[in-house]
């Protein structure tokens, strides 16, 4: 089964606006990852935060974790028609080497 | 530099058949792991291998086995494809935290 949940399983906005996506895990974990896909092809790393980290920034993303609530959420600040994607968590908690991901936020851009 | 890199992209195969995946890994990454994700779904782990040793299983059936080479390249076998084998198989090489997948296999049984 899989570990980590993510809300919403489907995001629809119009391109400019952002877009914040939740999950939700279930065990401690040294680090949660999240990976972009397109069109059902390889992951693309987006960000990693470890569990002593509370808040992490990238370009457009902004990654924040709360360890107390077993949660995590990815914002996208002004989002582009390229972002079109689903995106997935995944913890880590025996290395990275086994990664745990949850179902996935199938997110739609606009034009 | 290249990046993980898996052949063949497509597959077609028969249910009972065998199939084997390829996958190299970013050069000096020494780990290797397999996924494997079905339709709408979030990818699943099958293994993991680092040094040529199995560091890693998931909970998958017998029929899946893998191995990694000298090289630090890995197989993934299948044996007595069923139906719902059909799924994209990811390949992820890693060194430290973070793991950098392949394009993957779609492989389809009929």
């Known amino acids: 089964s899989q570990q980590g949940e993510e809300d919403p399983q489907a995001l629809s906005i119009q391109e400019g606006e952002n877009a914040t996506m939740n999950c939700s895990y279930k065990t401690s974990i040294n680090n949660l990852q999240w990976y972009r896909q397109n069109s059902g092809r390889g992951l693309v790393h987006l960000i990693l935060?470890?569990?002593?980290?509370r808040e992490k920034h990238s370009g457009r993303l902004r990654v924040t974790l709360d360890t107390s609530k077993k949660s995590s959420s990815l914002l996208i600040t002004a989002s582009r028609a390229a972002d079109t994607a689903s995106y997935f968590c995944?913890?880590?908690?025996?290395?990275?080497?086994?990664?745990?991901f949850g179902q996935g936020t199938r997110l739609t851009i606009n034009p | 530099d290249a990046g993980v890199t898996q052949s063949p992209t497509h597959l077609i195969k028969t249910r009972g058949q065998h199939v084997t995946l390829r996958c190299s890994p970013i050069?000096?990454?020494?780990?290797v792991s397999w996924y494997q994700q079905v339709l709408g779904q979030g990818p699943q782990f099958i293994f993991q291998?680092?040094?040529?040793?199995?560091?890693g299983r998931g909970n998958f059936p017998d029929r899946f086995s893998a191995r990694q080479f000298p090289n630090y390249s890995s197989e993934l076998n299948v044996n007595a494809l069923l139906l719902g084998d059909s799924a994209l198989y990811l390949c992820?090489?890693?060194?430290?935290?973070?793991?950098?997948f392949g394009q993957g296999t779609r492989l389809t049984v009929v």
């Open positions: 935060i470890r569990s002593n980290e």
């Open positions: 995944a913890t880590d908690y025996q290395g990275a080497q086994k990664l745990v």
């Open positions: 992820a090489s890693s060194q430290g935290f973070m793991a950098f």
């Open positions: 050069s000096g990454h020494k780990s």
């Open positions: 291998y680092y040094e040529k040793e199995e560091r």
